[in-house]
């Protein structure tokens, strides 16, 4: 028999992708603007605002990890992103969402937690 193969994806290339600083889903700076993010839609907005998507999501994240069903996943109960959508999503993700949308966020009752892991005040 000859040696089993498995198909390897080829490697995402990370300088061209970008982590949303809400939930750390990693996206394509198009699929941002195409789409938005898939979790925090509507809370961001960014759906064809490559502004918004400038400040609300970054390139500067650390390690990716695949969630591929969020109900069950240990990596997504670590990462509490049981209600999210399966993707890809960024370990630490480095960086702070605007202020304004801060307040916004808060104004529907959301607190903010940075995605750095650093929890400073
Ligand atoms: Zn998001």
Known sequence: MSQAQAAIPSQPRAKQLRACLLCSIIQTPADFRKHGC?????????????DR??????THF?????????????????????????GMY????KGHIPEDV????????IKYRPRDQTDMD
């Open 38 to 50: 898939p979790n925090c839609e509507e809370l961001m907005q960014m759906k064809g605002y490559p």
């Open 53 to 58: 998507i400038g400040v609300c999501t970054t």
């Open 62 to 86: 650390d390690g990716i990890i695949s969630v591929i069903d969020p109900e069950t996943s240990w990596v997504a109960r670590w990462q509490r992103t049981a209600k999210y959508v399966r």
């Open 90 to 93: 960024a370990v630490r993700v």
């Open 102 to 109: 801060e307040a916004e966020l808060e104004s529907r009752g």
